[in-house]
């Protein structure tokens, strides 16, 4: 951290603390050559991740389509909106941890069935049924035979 004062490039932190808002770091500093003190915030840099569509037109990553894509497959089935955001949080979080911030949606679509098909097997085959876009009664059975 350069210091405002001399410019020199080392420094120490005296003071380390949350601000008000929990959302930046206030940090005291001081000035390991001239021993002036100064005070810096710190912040996560959020970088919002792009979705790569077929048409290869891209988009900010939504979780509320997705979210609205699992309730539409999971529909008159027993299962928890609870469930549903735990899974789309853990899709979430595995798009973040990735070191590209573009991700295409076929396989955002394949992350969906993976956590579909763990919470309910109907409504995984309907979102497959969709997102594969199955165009007879034998791509069905296929993809029920691989199950």
């Given at each position: 951290?350069?210091?405002?004062?001399?410019?020199?490039?080392?420094?120490?932190?005296?003071?380390?603390?949350?601000?008000?808002?929990?959302?930046?770091?206030?940090?005291?500093r001081e000035c390991l050559q001239c021993s002036k003190r100064f005070t810096t915030y710190e912040t996560?840099?959020?970088?919002?991740?792009?979705?790569?569509?077929?048409?290869?037109?891209?988009?900010?990553?939504?979780?509320?389509?997705?979210?609205?894509?699992?309730?539409?497959?999971?529909?008159?089935?027993?299962?928890?909106?609870?469930?549903?955001?735990?899974?789309?949080?853990?899709?979430?979080?595995?798009?973040?941890?990735?070191?590209?911030?573009?991700?295409?949606?076929?396989?955002?679509?394949?992350?969906?069935?993976?956590?579909?098909?763990?919470?309910?097997?109907?409504?995984?085959?309907?979102?497959?049924?969709?997102?594969?876009?199955?165009?007879?009664?034998?791509?069905?059975?296929?993809?029920?035979?691989?199950?």
């Amino acid at each position: 951290m350069k210091c405002p004062f001399c410019g020199y490039e080392e420094s120490k932190v005296i003071d380390s603390r949350p601000t008000d808002e929990n959302e930046r770091i206030r940090r005291r500093r001081e000035c390991l050559q001239c021993s002036k003190r100064f005070t810096t915030y710190e912040t996560i840099e959020d970088v919002p991740i792009i979705v790569v569509k077929k048409d290869k037109s891209r988009e900010v990553f939504d979780r509320n389509k997705i979210l609205k894509g699992m309730l539409r497959a999971c529909e008159k089935r027993s299962v928890q909106v609870s469930e549903l955001e735990e899974a789309i949080s853990e899709i979430e979080a595995t798009l973040q941890s990735a070191v590209d911030r573009e991700v295409t949606s076929v396989r955002i679509g394949e992350l969906i069935m993976e956590k579909l098909r763990v919470i309910d097997e109907v409504a995984y085959i309907r979102f497959a049924s969709v997102y594969k876009e199955f165009d007879s009664v034998e791509a069905f059975r296929d993809e029920i035979s691989r199950m």
